[in-house]
């Protein structure tokens, strides 16, 4: 048996820039940090010749081919084995709520099949393969920041180039900027999941009309790493406040009423910025806060759930192993 622990991700600024549509026009920008929330994906030998896996859903078939899971059937493909294996996957947050569950899953499997192979697989090829599956071979409208996150953990700073390789450099600062930071970063729940392929596909499609905004979004992720690299904590909130301004203007679905109220309130009550995760329309809202202020901030949003999180230095990696 064979098992992989894939984190999540908190991504502070330029997500949207990783989309194929804005970096085959100009090199995109993301600043994101994996967190101690994770995808769990166990793969062992099953005792008949055919594919069993256990999801939201169970699939006993077999053949790969008759395998409904797009990612599961895709990276079975790509990697193998191909009959008499079990791969069942849990998590600690549940998908669709903008944190990368859907790529830190694809990484998971990738990682756990490649060990259960007897194959070393580096965070560069996990990150790669899993974008083949993901926009490659299931076409998802997505980007790439998720893969990569996932796969190399840490606080990274990633860039997307025009030929589409991708550059991850850890974000350097100085002693205690990070535990400042996270001292003032506040996530809580919505309750609502989404679909992030709806939005994103809005949100790539028109590109003449929204270069300038994803430009601006590119050059935020640049500035709060500059911010962070001097240790300017205090910074990021009108980073954060900046980005969701324009981000909320490229597609229709990335805000509403629920998020616009809790929004307004935790700036009325000390948060000095915030945006939603991910594709948007639900999922989280990472917010800027002074540390006295998350209590006052708290009580403000009702219907909404904290979440303690911490920084997640290490990326995908295998943490059992039975032979």
């Known amino acids: ?26 090199a995109g920008a993301v600043l994101s940090t994996a967190i101690d929330k994770y995808m769990y994906v166990t793969v062992n030998k ?37 009959r008499g ?53 299931v076409k998802e409208p997505i980007g790439k920041q998720d893969q990569y996150i996932a796969a190399f953990g840490g606080f990274q700073f990633i860039e997307f180039m025009p030929d589409g390789s991708v550059k991850v450099d850890p974000l350097i600062c100085p002693p205690g900027t990070l535990e400042n930071l996270r001292a003032h970063l ?3 729940y919505s309750g609502i999941k989404r679909s992030a392929g709806r939005i994103l596909r809005k949100v790539g499609a028109g590109m003449d009309e929204k270069e300038a905004g994803l430009s601006r979004i590119g050059e935020l992720a640049r500035q709060a790493r500059r911010e962070l690299q001097e240790g300017r904590v205090e910074a990021i909130g009108g980073i954060l406040r900046e980005n969701w301004e324009i ?67 290490e990326g995908s990696k295998i943490i059992y192993v039975s032979r």
């Open 46 to 82: 099953y005792f008949e010749d055919k594919i069993i896996l256990k999801y939201s859903r169970t699939e006993l078939v077999p053949r790969l081919q008759n395998v409904r899971h797009p990612l599961l059937r895709e990276c079975l493909r790509l990697v193998g084995p191909r």
């Open 85 to 137: 294996v079990e791969v069942t996957s849990m998590a600690d947050v549940v998908g669709g709520t903008g944190l990368g569950s859907s790529s830190s899953f694809t990484v998971g499997v990738l990682h756990a099949l490649h060990a259960f192979k007897g194959d070393f697989c580096p965070a560069e090829e996990l990150a790669r393969e899993a974008c083949v599956v993901e926009i490659g071979r």
């Open 186 to 188: 506040l996530l809580v």
């Open 247 to 313: 981000k909320r203007t490229l597609a229709g679905g990335v805000s509403n009423g629920r998020i616009d109220e809790a929004y307004r309130a935790a700036l009325s009550r000390g948060a000095s910025g915030g945006k939603i995760l991910g594709a948007g329309g639900g999922g989280f809202l990472l917010l800027f806060c002074p540390p006295k202020k998350r209590k006052t901030i708290l009580s403000a949003l009702r219907g909404w759930r904290e979440i303690p999180f911490a920084f997640e230095p």
């Open 1 to 26: 048996m064979i098992i992989s622990r894939t984190p999540f991700r908190v991504s502070l600024a330029g997500g949207g820039t990783d989309l194929p549509a804005f970096y085959k026009r100009q």
